[in-house]
Structures are given as structure tokens and as C-alpha cells.
Nanobody, 117 residues
Framework: QVQLVESGGGLVQAGGSLRLSCVGS?????MGWFRQAPGKEREFVAA????????YYTDSVKGRFTISRDNLKNTVYLQMNSLKPDDTAVYYC?????????????WGQGTQVTVSS
């Protein structure tokens, strides 16, 4: 079972930027980022194909977030710009089964992103 370790979260003011990293991504898998805000269900944020050639995003982050990957480093990134208070959540990565569906039942510890207004 792949061990996923997310990092890069923090406290930032609205309009600011953060770059999240996920080490331990499966090189043969499409990978995705998900987030869970307090009191809400975990939701899909972004995904990238195993080659990195295809990316897609949930509507609320389009134009602000960019997902990328470095297979040599076994790492997936999420560049988050123009952050909003609604982006506050714990962010997780996982492989993608299809569409916005995570592959593994296992989740790492996540990384907390807090955006102040």
C-alpha cells in the first residue's frame, strides 16, 4: 500500500498563495487532491493523469489552482493562488479511480489550509 504524505499547508490571508506537496504518489496512477472543510464531506479538488498531460478541476478552483506532478520525485503538487476563505480545509491526495473518485480507502494525515478574510 502506498504511503501518502501531504505538506505545505498553513495560514494565509485571502488573495494569498500556497503550494501543497504530496509525496508517495503512485507513478502509474492518475492522482488527485481532495479537501474536507469542518462539518462537510470530503470533496474533489483537482486531478492529473499519470503522464501529467491531462488535468481537470472542480469549478470553484478553476483558474486559481494548478495541479502538477514530478514522477521522478514521486510527488504531486497543488499550486493555489487567489485563495479565498472558502478554501479553508484539510487537503489530501489520493490516486484517482475514475473521474473524481478516489482509488484507495487509505488517506494520509492531510495538510491544513486556513485562509483568513
Amino acid at each position: 500500500q502506498v504511503q501518502l504524505v501531504e505538506s505545505g499547508g498553513g495560514l494565509v490571508q485571502a488573495g494569498g498563495s500556497l503550494r501543497l506537496s504530496c509525496v508517495g504518489s503512485g507513478r502509474a496512477y492518475a492522482m488527485g487532491w481532495f479537501r474536507q472543510a469542518p462539518g462537510k464531506e470530503r470533496e474533489f479538488v483537482a486531478a492529473i493523469s499519470w503522464s501529467g498531460g491531462t488535468t481537470y478541476y472542480t469549478d470553484s478552483v478553476k483558474g486559481r489552482f494548478t495541479i502538477s506532478r514530478d514522477n521522478l520525485k514521486n510527488t504531486v503538487y497543488l499550486q493555489m493562488n487567489s485563495l479565498k476563505p472558502d478554501d479553508t480545509a484539510v487537503y489530501y491526495c489520493n490516486a484517482i479511480k475514475s473521474g473524481a473518485t478516489p482509488l484507495w480507502d487509505y488517506w494520509g494525515q492531510g495538510t491544513q489550509v486556513t485562509v483568513s478574510s
